[in-house]
């Protein structure tokens, strides 16, 4: 079992910048890749950014640029560093981490870009 517990988020004006962490606890060491996915009401869950264990990233086509994933195997926790935000980036953030072949999730966190 892997256990994930997210933070960071918030209200931030558009164009300004944010950091969300999601630590991960259990048998960290059968995690294979981590991922942020994020859900805008009234929208389906989308995936956002992926980082593989050998290194591999996605972005989705909207945040490439301005979006980070990385990992800390120091501290057990992936981050993703958005910048230059946008209120369409407005959404609840989720974490996901694959291990065992299953999918194991963050509780999510707001983050809104408003002025």
């Known amino acids: 079992q892997v256990q994930l517990v997210q933070s960071g988020g918030g209200l931030v004006q558009p164009g300004g910048s944010l950091r969300l962490s999601c630590a991960a606890s259990?048998?960290?060491?059968?995690?294979?890749?981590m991922a942020w996915y994020r859900q805008a009401p009234g929208k389906q869950r989308e995936l956002v950014a992926e980082?593989?264990?050998?290194?591999?990233?996605y972005y989705e086509d909207s945040v490439k640029g301005r979006f980070t994933i990385s990992r800390d195997n120091t501290k057990n926790t992936a981050y993703l560093q958005m910048n230059t935000l946008k209120p369409e980036d407005t959404a609840v953030y989720y974490c996901?981490?694959?291990?065992?072949?299953?999918?194991?999730w963050g509780q999510g966190t707001q983050v809104t870009v408003s002025s």
């Open positions: 996901r981490a694959v291990a065992f072949l299953r999918g194991f």
């Open positions: 259990g048998t960290i060491s059968r995690i294979t890749t």
């Open positions: 980082l593989a264990n050998d290194g591999d990233t």
